[in-house]
């Protein structure tokens, strides 16, 4: 019934069977992040209430709020971090490590006994969510120009499909005895749920996040070799086809000066001055590479020669080091000083403000009592209403934001 209009629609974005595994593996997994979040809302207040049970009512939102924003500090901390990792390791073992990660910590989340230990392990969670950065870098890098917003707006359906099922079950799951007022008999799955009242949605959390590894398991290829593979292509293609000089071998002309045509100085000029200093770090490491194996090779050497070891393998240590802390600064600046990144840059960050603003502040309103000015809704009832409002944008991503890449609109020139 479903699968004659996928087709359809995977054919007219030019979406081949590799390219639908990996969007598909990629809707999977990209909820270990968005439901991290999203689950948290509705009990959110009741939690907080729960491990300070002598707080203030009014200062019930405040601690609320450090709850909340600790995931987001430890994702501060840990972007950079998953980001360089894929770049190194490949995409698709950090989506595993970090999918894994997260599986962890919400595990870990489900057994917490106190407000401290909650925060704690929100800024790990946080710090560990390498989904959201790798998981959009394997859609732009697995996309062309005709599929690239549609696979944008996968991860955008994905995100929105768990701000409606995560509320929905974190509030009919969370703190069962109370909400149903259950009459458990006497064992271990009372005291399971007295002890760990709250600890339902996370463990639903945990499942997510193992689901979204088996997905990247079985359907998700390693995307990385294609995109080394499109930074060769693009380099061949910037050498201009009026040169036709040819480097011999070194038997022949083992100085032979090579012409560089204009163009990689005009494509490549604000980049030159960054891997020429790679260049000279690498011949660097180079050679204390080969003191090293001299010093190896040396069976009988001075007694100072273990010294002298030591100080080449610290210098060693010192020259990587000084290359990747080059090549960050050199990715921060390129964002910083580039006006279309910064200003991509700072529209998201916009929209995270008001996406992560509203879902907090309307959780914790609704949690409120009627005489501090809020609602007084029920941890149920702030479930509902929040998957109803994150229903209203299904539509929104499914149909209007695809029609981007087929209008052809261009907003940065």
């Known amino acids: 019934m479903f699968m004659k209009p996928l087709k359809s629609l995977f054919a007219k974005y030019g979406i081949d069977r590799e390219l639908a595994k990996i969007y598909i593996a990629c809707f999977i997994v990209f ?20 491990f300070l049970p002598g707080i203030d009512t009014a200062l019930v939102n405040r601690y609320a709020g450090v709850i909340v924003g600790a995931f987001f500090t430890g994702r501060i901390f840990g972007s950079f971090l998953w980001g360089s990792l894929a770049d190194h390791f490949g995409r698709k073992p950090i989506l595993i490590a970090s999918a894994t990660l997260m599986a962890i910590c919400s595990f ?40 690239h917003t549609f696979g944008f707006s996968v991860l955008t359906c994905s995100w929105l499909v768990s701000a409606v099922i995560a509320p929905l079950l974190s509030g009919l799951s969370a703190d069962p005895i109370s909400q149903y007022n259950l009459t458990l008999p006497d064992g271990t799955l009372k005291s399971f749920l007295t002890n760990f009242p709250y600890s339902p949605p996370f463990l639903l959390n945990t499942l997510v996040c193992i689901a979204g590894v088996l997905a990247v398991i079985f359907l998700l290829p390693e995307t990385l070799d294609k995109v080394k593979k499109r930074r060769l292509n693009n380099l061949s293609e910037t050498v201009s086809p009026d040169v036709h000089e040819v480097i011999e071998p070194e038997s022949k002309a083992s100085h032979t000066t090579i012409p560089v045509p204009d163009v990689l100085f005009t494509d490549c000029q604000g980049h030159i001055s960054h891997v020429s200093s790679e260049d000279i770090d690498s011949s660097e490491s180079k050679q204390c590479n080969r003191e090293l ?11 100072n020669s273990s010294t002298k070891t ?19 600064f050199a990715d921060v600046k390129f964002i910083l000083f580039n006006k279309v990144t ?26 409120s009592p009627l005489y501090l ?29 695809p029609l981007v890449s087929l209008l052809r609109i261009t907003f940065c020139q």
Do not use: Q
């Not at 200003?343 to 914790?364: E, K, N, P, Q, R």
């Not at 609602?375 to 109803?388: A, D, H, N, Q, Y």
């Open 342 to 367: 910064l200003l991509v840059f700072l529209t998201h960050c916009l929209f995270a403000v008001v996406d992560t603003g509203f879902d907090a502040i309307y959780s914790l309103w609704c949690a």
């Open 310 to 328: 030591y100080t080449v393998k610290c210098l060693h240590a010192l020259i990587n080091a000084h290359t990747s802390a080059r090549r960050w």
């Open 108 to 147: 870990m989340l489900a057994f917490s006994v106190s407000y401290v230990m909650t925060v704690v392990f929100r800024v790990v969670l946080g710090f560990c969510s390498g989904v959201f950065v790798v998981s959009r870098a394997v859609i732009s890098e697995s996309s062309s120009n005709v599929n």
């Open 293 to 303: 194996e001299m010093e190896d090779l040396a069976g009988s050497a001075p007694t």
């Open 31 to 50: 909820p270990a992040n968005s439901y991290s979040v999203a689950m948290l809302y509705p009990f959110l207040s009741a939690m907080t209430k729960f």
């Open 373 to 401: 000015g809020g609602i007084g809704f029920t941890v149920r009832e702030i479930g509902i209403t929040s998957t109803v409002v994150g229903a209203l944008f299904l539509p929104f991503s499914l149909f209007v934001y």
